[in-house]
């Protein structure tokens, strides 16, 4: 019932009667970008902030100040006393509800909001359809809608309406200088949180001091509700003083700098992440030598001879790779025509994340991938919750079986898992004996772990030939192998045609180099054993003053030879 409640679950429930009803929530969203998940580290159901979101499959518990604010819903199971219900079309609400509503935005999501009823839709992007339900008190409920802002509040969104508070854009400090001193400040989740209490106003600030990401702004209600912030447009810089508010791990990402003068800023520029929705300057408030679209598409090869390679056939043509990962965008077009299977595993109704594309478009990506003719099968997993080695093995288990299924063409030969904490995690047997039948079975497990190979990161020397091993750069000092991580173009989550030049990388990109290397191995002799190729990443390395450098040529000639001699 719209303004009331949703089946046996009435507004104004105290977050213990909810917890005591239906026990522990599968997540808690703490603010607009952090979600903490049950069996994750810091899950902890004893302090709680004032304000959180409890979500049990398909219903979730907008709470504030430890009563039920909002109710909402994602299950067709759910319907409103008029018929109405989650995938009904857009068309169906305005026909019953009016063409007249209010666009309101929180944890992500746009909703539809009917105010004098107390319902909001969110709207299927693609399909049009009812995506999600929340009910919530009518504005008669909430006191008069007229009622005049205290003066924290008519400050506040004077200030927005100015461009002077915004989202990621505005620090504490300067929101404190425009609202004054607020009435409670305190922080959560490891710090990453902090909050700012004012009369009819609280604001939430989000940052990573550890990685160089300072906190901003994330979200302000009004007495109670969501003041737009424009979480949902393109960020525009204001100032060169902005350019100290964003975060190391994404720099320029889906950034507009355009109003900025950038033409004396060529040594942050030169080791910066942006990507193909970055709005730049005119060319003459940039560096001379600063080209960002040149730059994306030097990115996008995968260096040290693997395209000369490709133009000899060996392109890992009809070898399945399985990357094993979270939620993943599936029509980029950088891979989506290599997907043979996707599969999702206790991920239901969670969005595609950041981590999928770049993993995928490495291994088998059409320009940038080291093995673009590999086939792809996709297990979409929940890594926040498998934080032991149980569900990692079985998965691992899963193929090899699903393998005894599948024709020689169909199988798979590689599995690539972007995470390296197998060996320092409970039932590590367990996952050393999974990745043991996989390799029994013809299927070389790749990971960050210790356990498959010692290797660390490589960076390309931005500009530089990338086919050359002298142009790469490490200075970790480890007796490893080294292999090419940064100042690469991938695939971005953030659209099915857009491409982030990444000059950071990491471990996560250098499994799914040496997967699509494998598939390509697999491709010139399927009968290599697993073993073999692992072995034949450090033989076959490149010696430079430095150290050893992956060497993808003399790889792949060695297991010819090993093919000629019958071995």
């Not at 979101?53 to 759910?78: C, H, K, M, N, Q």
């Not at 509040?153 to 200030?159: E, G, I, W, Y």
């Not at 093995?371 to 919750?385: F, G, I, M, R, T």
Request: some cysteine; aromatic content about 10%.
């Amino acid at each position: 019932m719209p303004g009331v409640r949703i089946g046996d679950y009435t507004l104004g429930m105290s977050k213990y009667d909810v917890l005591k009803k239906l026990g522990e929530p599968e997540a808690i969203h703490l603010g607009e970008d952090e979600v903490v998940r049950r069996g994750e580290e810091n899950y902890n159901l004893d302090n709680l902030p004032n304000e959180c979101v409890l979500s049990f499959g398909d219903i979730s518990f907008w709470i504030d100040d430890d009563s039920t604010e909002a109710i909402s819903v994602r299950s067709p199971l759910y319907k409103l006393s008029n018929g109405l219900g989650v995938g009904d079309s857009e068309q169906k609400i305005k026909r019953v509800f009016g063409e007249y509503f209010q666009l309101e935005e929180t944890l992500g999501k746009e909703f539809r909001c009917y105010h004098a009823k107390g319902i909001g839709f969110e709207i299927h992007k693609k399909n049009q359809t009812v995506a999600e339900i929340v009910v919530y008190q009518t504005e008669g409920d909430r006191g008069d809608p007229d009622v005049t802002d205290s003066a924290e509040a008519a400050l506040v969104r004077k200030a927005v309406a100015e461009g002077h508070i915004a989202y990621k854009l505005t620090t504490p400090d300067e929101f404190k200088a425009i609202a004054g001193k607020p009435i409670r400040e305190w922080m959560e989740s490891d710090d990453e949180v902090i909050n700012l209490k004012y009369p009819g106003i609280q604001a939430r600030f989000f940052g990573k001091p550890e990685i160089q990401t300072p906190h901003t702004l994330v979200s302000v209600s009004c007495e109670g509700r969501r003041i737009d912030i424009g979480r949902n447009r393109p960020i525009v810089l204001r100032n060169e003083g902005d350019l100290d508010k964003l975060g190391s791990f994404w720099g320029f990402s889906n950034i507009d700098l355009s109003q900025l003068d950038l033409s004396q800023k060529g040594e942050i520029l030169e080791t910066v992440t942006f990507d193909s929705l970055t709005v730049w300057p005119r060319s003459d408030r940039l560096p001379p030598d600063f080209d960002p679209v040149k730059l994306l598409k030097w990115g996008k090869n995968p260096g040290l001879g693997v395209r000369s390679l490709h133009r000899e056939g060996i392109t890992g043509k009809g070898v399945g790779i399985a990357i094993i990962d979270q939620p993943l965008l599936k029509n980029h077009i950088e891979y989506a025509d290599r997907i043979k299977s996707y599969h999702a595993i206790e991920v239901e109704g969670v969005d595609i994340q950041m981590h999928g594309p770049p993993v995928c478009s490495i291994a088998v990506g059409k320009n940038c991938g080291v093995a673009p003719e590999a086939n792809l099968h996709y297990y979409a997993v929940p890594p926040w919750k498998w934080l032991e080695n149980r569900p990692w093995a079985r998965m691992v288990e899963q193929i090899v079986e699903r393998n005894r299924q599948l024709s020689p063409s169909e199988k798979v030969r590689v599995i690539s898992i972007s995470l390296g904490a197998f060996s320092g995690r409970d039932y590590y047997n367990q996952w050393k004996s999974a990745v043991k039948k996989a390799h029994q079975n013809g299927i070389l497990v790749v990971t960050c772990d210790p356990y498959f190979l010692r290797y660390v990161t490589l960076e390309r020397l931005v500009g530089k030939d990338p086919e050359d091993p002298n142009n790469y750069y490490f200075d970790s000092g480890v007796d490893a192998l080294y292999v090419p991580a940064s100042n690469w173009s991938i695939a971005s989550h953030r659209g099915a045609d857009v491409y982030t030049f990444d000059t950071h990388g990491g471990n996560s990109w250098t499994v799914p180099y040496l997967a699509g290397l494998a598939a390509m191995a697999f491709q010139v002799h399927p009968e290599i054993s697993p073993e073999r190729i692992i072995t034949l990443f450090q033989e076959t390395a490149t010696q430079t003053k430095q150290g050893r450098v992956i060497n993808p040529r003399g790889f792949i000639e060695a297991v010819k030879r090993i093919k000629a001699e019958g071995l």
